[in-house]
């Protein structure tokens, strides 16, 4: 069956494994797009249009933007790169003139991206509308302020109790008034602002704060809608439990895999780490054609060892993507992983060894990638498919080796760095 990379990302999610013809027990840049998501934080239309040849040229197939529609703050209101976060509080659905710039340099930017070969995932906030606090000289935002809502069309103000899974869903996140999605008039406006992204020629949705969403939602309605529109979507599921992200996978999306950042962070990428952590971790080894795989992005930091995190993302299972904030749009070792993963990283993945400090890993028939944790370097003999074989480092951080009659092979990981061995 022959599936473009454009159908499968937009595919991914619902079909999961089924929009390539795959097993869900294998693996491979192409089950999930051909690459990896840049994402863009606080950045101007027009900005990111310029960088777009520079995008595609490293590699990535699609690029993940901020919110388009008319929302509260502005750049007055910063104080770091961050904080606040714009394009979050909204106030306008269908008004797509914002601090990033006019709704036309939006479609402009949309166009350009498609003429570079490059996929568009816009953020898309359904659970709530801007708040009713005054922020550092930002004058709150009330009912009456809101062209297409009432306060019948909220959930009464309380404070979340994350406790109570009902007050996750229906509190005011940080004092946003949150959106009635029960009520069929909501759901008809959230329709429209899904529209109308639509016909602005995007090509995913990343829904935010999808946490604080029922699940049905999503099944019923959010996710179907952008099945009927041809749209790939991931949830922003902030929650560290694999079972927890699952559900709402289950509802015919992909998920922010924060599972695995988590286990990447806390217990992998830093001084003390242990590589043994992140053997079978996250949803990406549960569900890896419906994990959104990262590092770091807005609302969460990187772990220590940065570079080493991508190095495993970006040839590991699951949809990866890379942070603009962190990461710069032609940086070389994002570049030479990417033309890995695109190139080599394909088929199902199995642990050739792991301890503290070493992780190795075989793409099937594919690919052979040694990470080291340690500051010094590291010798390994592992086994591999391969036999009598020459296997050559792509990431040119080691020297050439050749797997004996039975298959094994010994590998020199450098400190604190990676290599990737393919015949």
């Known amino acids: 069956m022959n599936v473009s990379r454009r159908d499968v990302l937009r595919g991914m999610g619902a079909l999961g494994a089924a929009a390539t013809g795959a097993s869900l027990t294998t693996g491979g840049a192409e089950a999930v797009g051909s690459s990896a998501v840049y994402q863009y934080y606080h950045t101007d239309w027009n900005q990111v249009k310029s960088n777009l040849s520079t995008i595609a040229d490293q590699g990535y197939d699609a690029i ?118 029960e009520s069929s008039y909501v759901r008809g406006q959230l329709k429209d602002y899904v ?8 090509d995913g949705i990343r829904w935010d704060a999808a946490k ?9 309605y959010a996710n179907q809608w952008a099945d009927d529109l041809g749209l790939y979507k991931v949830g922003e599921v902030l929650q560290g439990g694999v079972g927890y992200c699952q559900g709402y996978a289950d509802t015919g999306m992909s998920v922010t895999d924060y599972p695995l950042y988590y286990t990447m962070k806390e217990d992998v990428f830093h001084q003390n780490g242990d590589m043994r952590a992140l053997d079978g971790a996250g949803l990406v080894n549960q569900s890896p054609f419906q994990s959104l795989t990262f590092v770091s992005n807005h609302d969460s930091s990187p772990p220590q060892y ?6 495993y993302i970006l040839t590991y299972e699951g ?18 992983l990417l033309w890995i993963k695109n190139n080599l990283a394909g088929g199902a993945t199995y642990t050739r060894h792991v301890d503290q400090n070493l992780y190795i890993y075989e793409r099937d028939n594919n690919l052979l990638v040694g990470l080291n944790r340690t500051g010094s370097w590291q010798s390994k003999w592992v086994y591999t498919t391969w036999t009598s074989q020459p296997l ?13 009659g039975d298959g094994w092979v010994q590998i020199s990981i450098p400190p604190q760095g990676w290599v990737c061995y393919a015949p």
């Open 195 to 202: 529209e109308k992204y639509a016909a602005l020629g995007v």
């Open 64 to 181: 993940q933007v901020p919110p388009a529609q008319y929302s509260r703050l502005d750049r007055s209101h910063q104080q770091g790169v961050t904080d606040p976060p714009l394009g979050y509080q909204p106030v306008d659905f269908k008004n797509f003139n914002s601090v990033f710039g006019t709704e036309a340099e939006y479609e402009d930017m949309v166009a350009e991206a498609h003429a570079q070969g490059l996929d568009v995932i816009a953020d898309a906030i359904i659970n709530h509308m801007a708040a009713n606090d005054d922020f550092r000289g930002a004058p709150g935002i009330s009912f009456a302020d809101l062209p297409y809502f009432s306060e019948q069309d909220f959930h009464p103000e309380s404070s979340i109790d994350y406790s109570d899974p009902e007050s996750v869903e229906n509190g005011w996140l940080v004092g946003l008034k949150d959106l009635k999605q």
């Open 319 to 336: 949809y990866p993507r890379v942070y603009s904030n962190r990461i710069a749009v032609d940086d070389g070792d994002i570049q030479n």
């Open 212 to 220: 604080h969403v029922p699940e049905w939602f999503f099944s019923d």
């Open 392 to 404: 050559h480092d792509y990431t040119g951080s080691s020297g050439d080796v050749t797997t004996n």
């Open 306 to 311: 940065e570079k080493l995190a991508y190095a």
